[in-house]
DNA sequence: TGTGAACTTGCGAATTATTCGCAATTAGTC
DNA sequence: GACTAATTGCGAATAATTCGCAAGTTCACA
């Protein structure tokens, strides 16, 4: 569970429901707001969707939270202070692989010399297809 | 509007619609379903949006079109043949920038040896913050 | 040139994902 | 403990996309 401290922090009230949220985004890891919802169901059964869309909003604006997109639309939710990573989405099986940020250095460098773009990593997914559907694919 | 045997060759049938659908989504680039279906309604008023949405798949499917994720969620269309770049969304003005895809090359050369990941360019998205939002955020 | 089967379209309804308004509840302050 | 503002639950409202189905079209072939 969240400390309490690190939402009183940040100026956030304290409740059971944003605790939770926060809690379940550390656990869960690039998860969609309904994954979230049905895992803070298990200790609080009834807490509504609203709340968790609003929780996930609140606390991102507080930088404990980010979103990414990764397949389809579907924002997706790891928390802030996660290890940054890529994200390698296939667009065939839809599996989500990580790759270290480093791989990306002197690329993210060269668009902010060339473009002076700021990219943010974090947010940042990459699309293709994974080895595994790759070799599928040849048979 | 698009060549007869472009369709036809890859098995599609040929319907006003059809050719206005591929049309549009020459003549504009980065569109949504629904800025193509309001081109479309300049020639042909009566389209349906789920005409335009199927079209959209349909040549998909045959490789005419390829869309890709740019800021929220919602798809956006550009020809196939177009020359394949990387867009560079921003995050917080919204604009797509474009830098061609040698940009990238290493980068990619870097996650199909290392992690067998083939990655598709043109659905590829870069998030962050263009030059001029980076600027204002200074001042 | 007809004809028929298969493909397409239009339309409205169904989904899905997300947001909003508002009254009731609750957390934090004094 | 009382007050104020933030938060929640709930149901309705949006927005984006998909689906089912009947009517209309396209194309292959006679």
Redesign the pocket.
Known sequence: MAK?HE??ER????????EL?LAAVRELDHA???EIAEKVRQT?P?????????????LENVGLVQHSHLG????SYHAAEELAHLHLVCGTCGNVGDAPIETALSFVNALTEDYGFRTDVSHFSVFGTCSTCSQAELS
Request: charged share 20%.
């Open positions: 309490p939402l009183r100026g956030l009230r304290l409740t059971p429901q944003r949220v969609t707001p309904e609080h009834g807490i509504n969707l609203s709340t968790v869309y609003r929780n996930l909003e609140t389809h639309g579907g924002a």
